[in-house]
């Protein structure tokens, strides 16, 4: 099946530093979508990319769906406290059915220290 | 514009017991998914509900079924519970026309003994 690998599992950073993390898959996407999930919650969808290439934005975060379509990126400006959180990739995980669900990737825990 | 509710939020039950989990989805939004979240896991898609009928299925035994109402409100049935079943249950809500547009509830904290 369909995996999606996350790294780094989990980083520490200081208030003010930029964040990196990526998503690699064993197959073909045609979507990319990053979700972030606070402790005690569900997760909330931050960037969606449609297209091969494309670089969107969501205030502080940009995410970039890669060219070859097995990877895509996050990253975070000047991180804030609030940043915490664990943040995943998803993507299509096919059909079954009728239904369209999601494959997640295995996350990325981001602690902020001040 | 409310969105998603689950209920309980938290539960413990044991092992062989049957379970009942609630979900409230979005208003306008016609399609329930339901995932659940292993301890340190992203979420696994366990089915998906439009029109009141199951219309897709992930890797999980029957054992595991729902239900969607005419609200499209929803409930995830467990039976013959297992300790590995102990996991964060999420309801997804969506509108079927918009793909992938899933808003998530917050989650039953299910703990198995």
């Known amino acids: 099946g369909q995996q999606l690998n996350q790294s780094p599992q989990s980083m520490f950073i200081q208030e003010g530093e930029d964040v990196s993390m990526n998503c690699t898959s064993s197959?073909?996407?045609?979507?990319w979508l990053w979700y972030k999930q606070d402790p005690g919650e569900g997760p909330v969808l931050l960037i969606a990319?449609?297209?091969?290439?494309e670089l969107t934005s969501n205030g502080r975060l940009t995410a970039q769906f890669g060219i070859t379509r097995k990877d895509s990126f996050l990253n975070i400006s000047a991180s804030i406290p609030s940043d915490v959180g664990i943040y995943f990739c998803?993507?299509?995980?096919?059909?079954?059915?009728?239904?369209?669900?999601?494959?997640f990737g295995t996350g990325t825990r981001l602690q902020v220290t001040l | 514009e409310t969105g998603v509710t689950q209920s309980p939020t938290h539960l413990i039950k044991t092992r062989g017991q049957q379970v009942t989990l609630r979900c409230s989805s979005q208003?306008?939004?016609?399609?329930v998914s339901w995932y659940q979240q292993a301890l340190g896991q992203g979420p696994q898609f366990i089915f998906q509900?439009?029109?009141?009928?199951?219309?897709g299925r992930g890797n999980f035994p029957p054992r595991f079924s729902g239900l969607q109402f005419p609200n499209y409100s929803s409930e995830l049935n467990v039976n013959a519970l297992e300790l590995d079943d102990s996991a964060l249950y999420l309801c997804?809500?969506?509108?079927?026309?918009?793909?992938?547009?899933?808003?998530f509830g917050s989650g039953t904290r299910l703990t198995v003994v």
């Open positions: 997804a809500s969506s509108l079927a026309s918009v793909l992938y547009g899933y808003t």
């Open positions: 197959s073909i996407f045609n979507t």
């Open positions: 990319l449609y297209k091969a290439g």
């Open positions: 998803a993507g299509p995980g096919g059909y079954t059915g009728t239904a369209s669900k999601l494959t």
């Open positions: 208003s306008g939004h016609n399609t």
């Open positions: 509900y439009y029109r009141e009928e199951e219309n």
